[in-house]
């Protein structure tokens, strides 16, 4: 069965950085992209970026380009997100999510996001 | 702001059919990008749907279907039950921000 669990919450202050881990099993950790989705409080929810596990290649959203940073280690089966410089905006649950393509067909910007980790609350506040 | 625009509520009594619209633009939905849908249960994860636009994973019941139209995509839910009761979103990509992008999410009340 595949599972996806993240890390455990986290307090920052502002300025600073988190790191949040989600480490995945019961599948081919190479084969799928692995997608980072997050939600403020009482908001919907907002694509941050994806990885390719198979080479780490990278696409972040602009608005968090030049702060965000998505990693995996390929040994532990785990991903990383990294965001830098948090404000009061970045407070917010992170999501990682699986790709899931129809059909088995993988096509540029086709992606759906069908395994999803349980979340890690992520609060920035002086 | 989200490029994906659902109307903001919808509700409707049990066993009665409701229908959630995303609507986008020729960069996203219009181009061709198929539309994912997801439901949120407070508190959890987003689950997903339907995907391609009018495809369910295997254990979504018939109930949940999906389509599209131009630059618009839609959910619809028959059969509404309490269970329903739930925020959902669409998903696509978007070609101008090189991204993938979500709806601005429904939420749906079962009266």
């Known amino acids: 069965q595949v599972h996806l669990v993240q890390s455990g919450a986290e307090v920052e202050r502002p300025g600073a950085s988190v790191k949040v881990s989600c480490k995945a099993s019961?599948?081919?950790?190479?084969?799928?992209?692995m997608h980072w989705v997050r939600q403020a409080p009482g908001q919907g929810l907002e694509w941050m970026g994806l990885?390719?596990?198979?080479?780490?290649?990278?696409m972040y959203a602009r608005s968090l380009q030049g702060r965000l940073t998505m990693t995996r280690d390929t040994s532990t089966s785990t991903f990383y997100m990294e965001l830098s410089s948090l404000t009061s905006e970045d407070t917010a649950v992170y999501y990682c999510?699986?790709?899931?393509?129809?059909?088995?067909?993988?096509?540029?910007?086709?992606?759906?996001?069908?395994?999803w980790g349980q979340g890690t609350v992520v609060t920035v506040s002086s | 702001q989200s490029v994906l625009t659902q109307s903001s509520s919808v509700s409707g009594a049990p066993g009665q059919r409701v229908t959630i619209s995303c609507t986008g633009s020729n960069s996203n939905i219009g181009a061709g990008y198929p539309v994912h849908w997801y439901r949120q249960l407070p508190g959890t994860a987003p689950k997903l749907l339907i995907y391609?636009?009018?495809n369910r994973p295997s254990g979504v019941p018939d109930r949940f279907s999906g389509s599209n139209s131009g630059t618009s995509a839609s959910l619809a839910i028959t059969g509404l039950q309490a269970e329903d009761e739930a925020d959902y979103y669409c998903q696509s990509f978007d070609s101008s921000l090189t991204a993938y992008v979500f709806g601005t999410g429904t939420k749906v009340t079962v009266l």
């Open positions: 019961g599948y081919t950790f190479t084969k799928d992209f």
């Open positions: 391609g636009t009018t």
């Open positions: 990885i390719n596990p198979g080479n780490g290649d990278t």
């Open positions: 999510a699986r790709r899931y393509c129809s059909n088995g067909v993988c096509v540029y910007g086709g992606d759906a996001f069908d395994i």
